[in-house]
Structure formats: structure tokens, C-alpha cells
């Protein structure tokens, strides 16, 4: 089991920049992978960015380019910093982790105003 708490979340203009953080409670060495999703009212939830045990990252196609995945051993932290941010960026904002099952924090919303 893991359990994830988010961070970082608020409200931001177009343009502007958010760093999210997800801090596990267990060492990210013993989680495959790490993952960014969001959920925009009335939308599925999507994968925004991964990153592995291993440190490869993948991204959205939405988002390549100003979103970048990282991580903190030490803190047991994923970042994920958020540049050049839309409307459109506009979510509620989930890590999840993966082991044997997916388990998921509660969320920080992000809204970005035009």
C-alpha cells in the first residue's frame, strides 16, 4: 500500500506556472511508476505524464513541452511543474502510483484563468 498527498494547486493566469507535488509514503525505488492524471468537469480522466521506477518519463501530446515530471528520491516527492499553462489546463489534478494495484492521492485542483 501507498498513501499520496497532493500539493501545489491554485489559481493562476494564462501563461503563468504551477509546481505540483505528490508525496508517497513509501520509497519511490519500491513503486513501478509515478503518474500525473486530471479530471476536468464533465471530462474523463487522463494521464497527463509518467514517470518510472526506472526515471523514464512520457507525457500527454497536450502538454509536451511546457509540463515536466521529476522527482525526489530523498523526499519520497513527484513534482510536476506546469509552464505555459491554458484555459484548457484547468483540472482537478491526481498522482497516482502504481504497485500491484493503482492507488490514488485526493486531488488538487489547478484553474487557470484567460
Known amino acids: 500500500q501507498v498513501q499520496l498527498v497532493e500539493s501545489g494547486g491554485g489559481l493562476v493566469q494564462a501563461g503563468g506556472s504551477l509546481r505540483l507535488s505528490c508525496v508517497a509514503s513509501?520509497?519511490?525505488?519500491?513503486?513501478?511508476?509515478m503518474n500525473w492524471y486530471r479530471q476536468a468537469p464533465e471530462k474523463q480522466r487522463e494521464l497527463v505524464a509518467t514517470?518510472?521506477?526506472?526515471?523514464?518519463?512520457n507525457y500527454a501530446d497536450s502538454v509536451k513541452g511546457r509540463f515536466t515530471i521529476n522527482r525526489d528520491n530523498a523526499k519520497n516527492t513527484v513534482y510536476l511543474q506546469m509552464n505555459s499553462l491554458k484555459p484548457e489546463d484547468t483540472a482537478v489534478y491526481y498522482c497516482?502510483?502504481?504497485?500491484?494495484?493503482?492507488?490514488w492521492g485526493q486531488g488538487t485542483q489547478v484553474t487557470v484563468s484567460s
Open positions: 514517470i518510472t521506477s526506472g526515471g523514464s518519463t
Open positions: 497516482s502510483a502504481d504497485l500491484i494495484y493503482r492507488y
Open positions: 513509501r520509497s519511490l525505488f519500491s513503486i513501478n511508476a
